[in-house]
């Protein structure tokens, strides 16, 4: 990421609404391959002998991981966080750069584009970002086909019993 795109941690200390938590067999190892899809380190916090117990990641603020080494389970972590204003190209290179195994850009029938990588330990993330360029298309598709109990921005939402 080149220091204009690149995401805005935000390193205040904050009651954080919500959080995922990561199982890897390799703190440090785990933390450099986040750190190239843009985490920072936000804390590390030690255990026994002062050895980290937990590494505190962040990208943007409210997107938190609280990584700790141990035996992980593959697939039991996966997660989505907004992009942001960042080229997902140049994030996709730097994760395989870094060893990661990366995904895309692709485009999803959402109207989002999004890079996926998952870590050594088989934890998968994702970056998602909304399609600028569709914006008037993706508006006409949520119009037309989602229904729920939701406020649409400019409108109330649809019901589904009046289908």
């Known amino acids: 990421m080149t220091e204009e795109n690149r995401p805005v941690a935000d390193r205040s200390i904050y009651v ?8 890897v067999s390799d703190l440090a190892a785990a933390a450099r391959l ?6 920072v380190t936000l804390a590390s916090i030690p255990g026994p002998g002062g050895v980290p117990a937990l590494v505190h990641l962040r990208r943007e603020r409210y997107q938190d991981i609280l990584m700790t080494q141990g035996v992980a389970v593959r697939g039991t ?3 989505s966080f907004a992009a942001g204003a960042v080229d997902l190209g140049g994030v996709a290179d730097r994760i395989r750069s870094a060893g990661g195994c990366a995904t895309g850009p692709f485009d999803t029938p959402w109207f989002t584009t999004d890079v996926t990588f998952t870590d050594a330990d088989g934890n998968t993330m994702t970056l998602t970002a909304p399609r600028q360029a569709d914006r008037e298309a993706a508006q006409e598709w949520a119009n037309a086909g989602i229904v729920g109990d939701f406020e649409r921005p400019g409108g109330p939402a649809l019901d589904p019993s009046g289908l």
């Open 77 to 79: 972590v996966s997660a």
């Open 16 to 23: 954080m609404p919500m959080f995922v938590n990561v199982v």
């Open 34 to 39: 986040y750190a190239s899809a843009g985490f």
